[in-house]
């Protein structure tokens, strides 16, 4: 899916704010349909298959936070989510992350920066890496970087964008140390996004290691950043 043709499903209560993004938006290319809070947002979700939700985070009745874990659990775990909030402190940008987040971007923003977030989002959370091997085995797991799946023995786990996007990345570097700055980088991410690898690298292991304390494929370098050792 490209940028131009991409479908955003814009929440806020802020209708001012809603209807200056909306606009921008669309004379960017996009498509765009707005909700005013989570209850409206879930409704669209019942006729609308969107390709990226931007999300406001201090929202009444349901917070941003809470409608995301209940996408991730539910409905949309591959759903690309930018939350929106005026709380930038650092751990208000891991609890986004741990919610199931893929981005956060704080307000006050420059109309260009939430088009840049955006449009690198759907770069790599729609184009799964590419591995020329085939299948990466992780234990009774395997990944394959060129479907953005994740198989086990009980059937497929579901992965959001930046999970997939994530160990795509490592996938296609199996046996070399990454450090997060480098994955940071590589997946488009501003300088939060050393600590948004560290929260999705605790996700993917409660996904692919028996016990994820000591993880035995995806491995913690220490001073250098990790490293995805495949193996049965």
Do not use: C, W
């Not at 209850?39 to 939700?53: F, K, S």
């Not at 990466?136 to 970087?145: E, K, M, N, R």
Request: no cysteine.
């Amino acid at each position: 899916m490209t940028g131009a043709a991409a479908h955003i499903l814009l929440v806020d209560d802020d209708a001012r704010l809603r209807t200056l993004m909306s606009r921008y938006l669309i004379e960017n290319g996009f498509r765009v349909t707005t909700a005013e809070s989570a209850a409206a947002a879930r409704e669209t979700l019942r006729v609308v298959d969107p390709d990226m939700l931007v999300l406001d985070v201090m929202m009444p009745d349901e917070s941003g936070l809470a409608f995301t874990e209940h996408l991730r659990a539910d409905r949309a775990p591959s759903l690309p989510i930018l939350l929106l909030t005026a709380r930038g402190a650092p751990e208000d940008r891991i609890a986004g992350f741990e919610a199931g987040a893929d981005d956060y971007l704080g307000k006050p923003f420059d109309p260009r920066e939430l088009l840049l977030r955006i449009r690198a989002m759907l770069r790599r959370t729609a184009t799964p890496a590419v591995s020329s091997g085939g299948p990466v085995q992780l234990g009774t797991a395997s990944f394959d970087a060129a479907r953005g799946e994740l198989l086990t023995e009980r059937g497929p786990i579901r992965l959001t964008g930046g999970e997939t996007a994530l160990l795509g990345v490592l996938a296609t570097r199996a046996n070399e140390v990454l450090s997060r700055e480098a994955l940071a980088q590589i997946l488009g991410m501003d300088e939060a996004g050393e600590r948004a690898i560290d929260v999705q690298v605790t996700r993917l292991r409660r996904k692919i290691e028996a016990d994820p304390r000591e993880p035995r494929y995806l491995q913690t370098v220490r001073g250098r950043g990790y490293i995805l050792k495949p193996g049965p």
